[in-house]
Structures are given as structure tokens and as C-alpha cells.
T-cell receptor, first 114, second 109 residues
Framework: EPEVTQTPSHQVTQMGQEVILRCVPISNHLYFYWYRQILGQKVEFLVSFYNNEISEKSEIFDDQFSVERPDGSNFTLKIRSTKLEDSAMYFC????????????FGSGTRLTVV | KQEVTQIPAALSVPEGENLVLNCSFTDSAIYNLQWFRQDPGKGLTSLLLIQSSQREQTSGRLNASLDKSSGRSTLYIAASQPGDSATYLCAVFTDKLIFGTGTRLQVFP
């Protein structure tokens, strides 16, 4: 069964450093998403991406965050200057169609900011 | 603003019991509803997807129902097993997927 692949599985970074989280969505999917889950809390929407541009972003997704689909297969989330409160599990997801198909999630990247 | 709530927050049962997990949402204008399983520290595994026009979906020992007009869904787990221990998340899709608070299930032998 097709999978969404995320790398790395765990990343530790110093506060103030830039990090890039990588995702390879399912190849025939058109909609891409990043979500995050702070330990013990809800899974929260960050951003959606369609047709090479952001279609929606949450209040969390401020100027420190950016997304890119650089080569037609990878989908990346960059955090420019990490803060302690950015520590969370980050999930990438993709969907084939707007309404008729469910989301497929990757296994996540655990980001720890120290 | 769509709010998704799950009850109970936690459940601990002996093996073999039939279980009902509840999910409620405030805005009934949804395209579909998806149930996920999350093991501790792990990713989200899709269990069932119910389109807004459907009333229920079944997969093995799992059955999910949807009552869109009342803003409710239930996940029924038959003959629970220790391997079912996990957090179960419900999520509704409008223009994006909105997750519930989760039900943490423990099934003991």
C-alpha cells in the first residue's frame, strides 16, 4: 500500500537553529498538509498546499515557517529559527482528491528543541 | 469554528468486551469523517473513512457510524484485544481535517 514517508524520524536542534523536515507524499496525490502534535495535546493543522502554493495556513504558521515542493516529489517544512515551544511531533499528510478520499499520514518527525 | 470532542477521554477494559467510542462535532457541514489509531509516540493510522452521504463503514471488528445532522459519530470495537490498546482519534473534513481530543484505550488480558 502506498505510504507517505517522512525523514528524519527524530531531530534534535538547538534553539535558534533552522530545521527542515522532509516528506515524500504519495505520488498521485494532489493535496499536501503539515500538522503538529505537542506532547499530550491535539493534532493541530499547520498548512495546506495545492497546485504549488499554500491554500490555507493556521495562526501557528507564522513567518518562521515555510513550505516548499522543490522537485515534484518532496514536500518540506522549514522552521527558520526554532523555539523551545516548537518541540512537537510533525506529521505530513497527503490526499488524492478534495472530498472523496481520506488523508494518508506519515509516521512523523519528532522535533526536540533544546 | 469546527470543534471536535471525544468521549470518554480514557477507557480501560478487560479483553473481550465490546466498546463504543464517541465523537461529536459542532458544524454538520462536513465532507467526511475519518477515524485514526495512534500508538504512543507513533504516527496516525487510518482505520475508517465515512463519506457525508454514508451512515456507516465496517472493517473487521471495527464499525463506525455517522449521524451528520446531529453531529455525532461512534466507533464500535467488537471483542476487544490487548493489541487494540492505543489512542483513537476522530477527525472531520470540511476545508481541512480537524481532529478530536482522542480516546486513550487500554485493553488488559
Amino acid at each position: 500500500e502506498p505510504e507517505v514517508t517522512q525523514t528524519p524520524s527524530h531531530q534534535v536542534t538547538q534553539m535558534g537553529q533552522e530545521v527542515i523536515l522532509r516528506c515524500v507524499p504519495i505520488s498521485n496525490h494532489l493535496y499536501f498538509y503539515w500538522y503538529r502534535q505537542i506532547l499530550g495535546q491535539k493534532v493541530e493543522f499547520l498548512v495546506s498546499f495545492y497546485n504549488n502554493e499554500i491554500s490555507e495556513k493556521s495562526e501557528i504558521f507564522d513567518d518562521q515557517f515555510s513550505v516548499e515542493r522543490p522537485d515534484g516529489s518532496n514536500f518540506t517544512l522549514k522552521i527558520r529559527s526554532t523555539k523551545l515551544e516548537d518541540s512537537a511531533m510533525y506529521f505530513c499528510a497527503s490526499r488524492r482528491d478534495r472530498s472523496n478520499y481520506g488523508y494518508t499520514f506519515g509516521s512523523g518527525t519528532r522535533l526536540t528543541v533544546v | 469554528k469546527q470543534e471536535v470532542t471525544q468521549i470518554p477521554a480514557a477507557l480501560s477494559v478487560p479483553e473481550g468486551e465490546n466498546l463504543v467510542l464517541n465523537c461529536s462535532f459542532t458544524d454538520s457541514a462536513i465532507y467526511n469523517l475519518q477515524w485514526f489509531r495512534q500508538d504512543p509516540g507513533k504516527g496516525l493510522t487510518s482505520l475508517l473513512l465515512i463519506q457525508s452521504s454514508q451512515r456507516e463503514q465496517t472493517s473487521g471488528r471495527l464499525n463506525a457510524s455517522l449521524d451528520k445532522s446531529s453531529g455525532r459519530s461512534t466507533l464500535y470495537i467488537a471483542a476487544s484485544q490487548p493489541g487494540d490498546s492505543a489512542t483513537y482519534l476522530c477527525a472531520v473534513f470540511t476545508d481541512k481535517l480537524i481532529f478530536g481530543t482522542g480516546t486513550r484505550l487500554q485493553v488488559f488480558p
